[in-house]
């Protein structure tokens, strides 16, 4: 049987009740790099909070093999590859999950050196669909 992610899916739900964990997370990712900070200098950040809070459970759901995702996962794909509306270089994944990790640390009570493996696991899923198809 493949990998659930069952306990990342978790660590997400208590991430999520700290009301804070996304702005802190962008707050983390803007200071990470120039061109992050460049890239979103037109982002409406309501907006974008809830399509990332979205695009993170997607992002679990595909991991876990759970194939009914796959047009969302597709469509995030195409946004972020080189001719869609918000291109990301492949390189610029590792900021990001860095970013991600950080702010799951800040917020996940239970965190541990070992959970902070399993988010980059799961989450390496979904950013190597994405790089292939950049
Ligand atoms: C696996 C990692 C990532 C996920 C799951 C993700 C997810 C998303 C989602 C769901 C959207 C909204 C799409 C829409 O509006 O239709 C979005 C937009 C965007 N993302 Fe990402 N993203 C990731 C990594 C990155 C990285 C590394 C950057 C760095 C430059 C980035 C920059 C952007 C920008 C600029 C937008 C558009 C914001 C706007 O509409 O102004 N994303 N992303």
Known sequence: MSDTYNDVVQSY???????????RFYQILMSSHPDIRAA????DFGRQRRALRRGISTALMFAAGNDFV????????EVHSRNGRAPVEPRMYALWL?????AVEESDGEFTGELARRWRDA????????????
């Open 13 to 23: 739900g208590r991430c999520l009740r700290d009301k804070a964990f996304i702005d």
């Open 40 to 43: 979103f200098s037109g982002t």
């Open 70 to 77: 796959k047009g969302g996962v597709d469509t995030m794909a």
């Open 98 to 102: 860095d970013s991600l990790v950080q």
């Open 123 to 134: 989450m390496g899923v979904v950013i190597r669909y994405f790089s292939d198809h950049y």
